[in-house]
């Protein structure tokens, strides 16, 4: 059922329930009132783990770049964007479970939600063939083409991360404040507190977008400067 989609993966899962709960959207399992396990448990797990194989992969293979520079290259590959095209090489949305409204609202062409499937499939790899299956994907897959030059994803997450902390003793923490809509169509609304102070509230369509949104909101009231330059330069 899976076998071509496991030839664009360059693995073949000893477990395809595995693969087919990474394939798994919460729409679809909702509809089946809880038959079914959604793949957010497992989009948590690939995050992670496509953070760390990426952040390796640039030690290793970048030593002559500053902290700054590889953080930044490690956000082009990982963003929602790239783990995206990602996934159109190997029309890994053809796959996905979908519940009715998301399949009518164009899901298997939606960026947030083919890029957190990509990560689940990640997740799902390490869960059956341990870490070298998963890194495996991702070398194939993510690792391919590194950026040259300057970083062209902004991350807005990422600068505040690295301006807050010039200072010591700093504190970031992102909430979820709340969600509207329906599952095929939820806008999540996030803030960003800095030392338990609110400075920046942000809405999207994925609770990373609400983050990157929320970021933003605080960069421009902290770091004004700082901020429009980044973006002039990017």
Excluded: W
């Excluded at 948590?44 to 902290?67: C, H, Q, T």
């Excluded at 164009?106 to 059956?128: C, H, K, N, Q």
């Excluded at 341990?130 to 991350?155: H, M, S, T, V």
């Amino acid at each position: 059922m899976y076998s071509q989609l496991e030839q664009g993966l360059g693995y073949h899962f000893s477990h395809p329930s595995l693969l087919e709960n990474a394939l798994t959207h919460s729409s679809y399992a909702n509809e089946r009132r809880g038959s079914l396990s959604s793949n957010e448990r497992l989009e948590f797990l690939g995050d992670s783990i496509l953070g760390f194989v990426v952040a390796d992969y640039l030690y290793r293979n970048m030593p002559d770049r500053p902290e700054g520079d590889l953080t930044r290259v490690r956000a082009d590959l990982v963003c929602e964007r790239n783990l995206a095209r990602a996934a159109a090489g190997i029309r890994l949305g053809t796959y996905l479970l979908l519940g009715h409204g998301e399949e009518q609202g164009g899901g298997r062409t939606r960026d947030s939600i083919v890029a957190d499937a990509m990560e689940s499939v990640l997740a799902a790899a390490y869960l059956d063939g341990g870490f070298e299956a998963a890194k495996g994907i991702i070398e194939r897959l993510i690792l391919r083409e590194l950026p040259q030059g300057r970083p062209g994803n902004f991350d807005s997450k990422t600068m505040l991360q690295e301006l807050v902390q010039r200072q010591k003793d700093q504190l970031l923490h992102y909430t979820l404040v709340g969600e509207t809509g329906p599952d095929h169509d939820k806008c999540f609304r996030v803030q960003v507190e800095l030392n338990g102070t609110v400075v920046g509230t942000g809405e999207g369509k994925s609770k990373k977008k609400a983050e990157q949104a929320a970021a933003e909101q605080a960069l421009e009231a902290l770091y004004p400067l700082e901020y429009a330059q980044a973006r002039t330069q990017g």
